[in-house]
């Protein structure tokens, strides 16, 4: 069945770049998005990143899309404290684009 | 504008219990959909609906059973509930922005144990 597959945890120093990577099996999907989720809250859409595309940037942020290799990473520049939380990638679910897969979530620790 | 709420926040059962988990969205979503966050496992998705009326299954649905009489309302009903549907719970809404783009709106979350 279609999988999402993403690395635990990530530690950074504050002002360095992050990058969260993100692998998927289902070869028929259109869009894919980050979500961030921070302590005892829900989750939030950071991005989304057409299949067509292969890059997305929107201010820090930069999604990178490699459809060949089904790898999607999301880069953070400037990494700040307020940017430790958890996050997800997502896609759709058995090609149904109105239902989404998600990644067991990386959670990113910036320390100073 | 309240997006999707969500009730209880949270709730502690007993094995053999039933109870529902309350969703409301006041964005007039046509999608909405049930996800349980385990550790180290992420969100797995449980049941949707695509419109009033209208619901299939997720990843996990088994103990599980929705509803979605209105387009505001999704509940999420446990009907013996087992010390492994401990959990939290989100409910998330959204609507076709077109070319099949599906952002999802999430509420606060539901923190279920059952003991």
């Known amino acids: 069945g279609e999988d999402v597959e993403q690395s635990l945890f990530l530690s950074v120093r504050e002002g360095d770049s992050s990058v969260i990577n993100c692998t998927y099996t289902d070869s028929s999907s259109t869009y894919l998005y980050w979500y961030k989720q921070e302590p005892g809250a829900g989750l939030q859409l950071l991005t989304y990143?057409?299949?067509?595309?292969d890059m997305k940037q929107d201010q820090r942020l930069t999604v990178l899309l490699n459809k060949k290799d089904k790898h999607l990473s999301l880069r953070i520049a400037d990494t700040q404290t307020g940017d430790s939380a958890i996050y997800f990638c997502?896609?759709?679910?058995?090609?149904?684009?109105?239902?989404?897969?998600f990644g067991a979530g990386t959670r990113l620790a910036v320390h100073p | 504008n309240a997006g999707v709420t969500q009730t209880p926040k949270f709730q502690v059962l007993k094995t053999g219990q039933s109870m529902t988990l309350q969703c409301a969205q006041d964005?007039?979503?046509?999608?909405m959909s049930w996800y349980r966050q385990d550790p180290g496992m992420g969100l797995r998705l449980i049941h949707y609906s695509v419109g009033a009326g209208i619901t299939d299954q997720g990843e996990v649905p088994n103990g599980y059973n929705v509803s979605r009489s209105t387009t505001e309302d999704f509940p999420l009903r446990l009907l013996s509930a087992a010390p492994s549907q401990t959990s939290v719970y989100f409910c998330?809404?959204?609507?076709?922005?077109?070319?099949?783009?599906?952002?999802?709106?999430f509420g606060a979350g539901s923190r279920l144990t059952v003991l």
């Open positions: 998330a809404s959204s609507y076709s922005q077109g070319k099949g783009a599906n952002v999802l709106t």
């Open positions: 997502a896609g759709p679910f058995s090609g149904g684009y109105n239902k989404l897969i």
């Open positions: 964005m007039n979503h046509e999608y």
């Open positions: 990143i057409f299949s067509n595309m």
